[in-house]
């Protein structure tokens, strides 16, 4: 019995990690600080990349120890984490470049709402 208390503890410290990122996630989407939002860093905005890092961090912790990857071998953990990694890495340049695109090829015709 102490085992599933001990259980029940560890799965409410990792919700309450989970929240707290998700939380500060939305409190930067709502005040949406300037000085992260109007700058740009490897084509945006800092508050961009900081979403995606914290987005990153819930899908790595929601693998980790809801999946029970720390239970696994290595070589299946590399196995199942290097091809998401990379195929991550891909997908946000591809949206990257394609929303500067995008925005480029608009913003003569659109006016965008900063």
């Known amino acids: 019995m102490a085992h599933a208390e001990s259980h029940k503890a560890f799965i409410w410290k990792v919700f309450g990690v989970l929240s707290l990122i998700t939380a500060v996630e939305v409190i930067l989407g709502i005040a949406k600080p300037d000085a992260l939002y109007l700058g740009q860093i490897l084509g945006t905005s800092p508050l961009n990349w900081i979403f995606i890092i914290l987005t990153l961090m819930k899908a790595y912790a929601i693998t980790w120890y809801f999946m029970h990857m720390a239970d696994e071998k290595a070589s299946f953990r590399r ?36």
């Open 79 to 114: 196995a199942v984490v290097w091809p998401t990694v990379f195929l991550i890495i891909y997908l946000v340049t591809l949206l990257l470049i394609e929303g500067s695109y995008i925005h480029d090829v608009l913003s003569p015709l659109v006016k965008w709402n900063y």
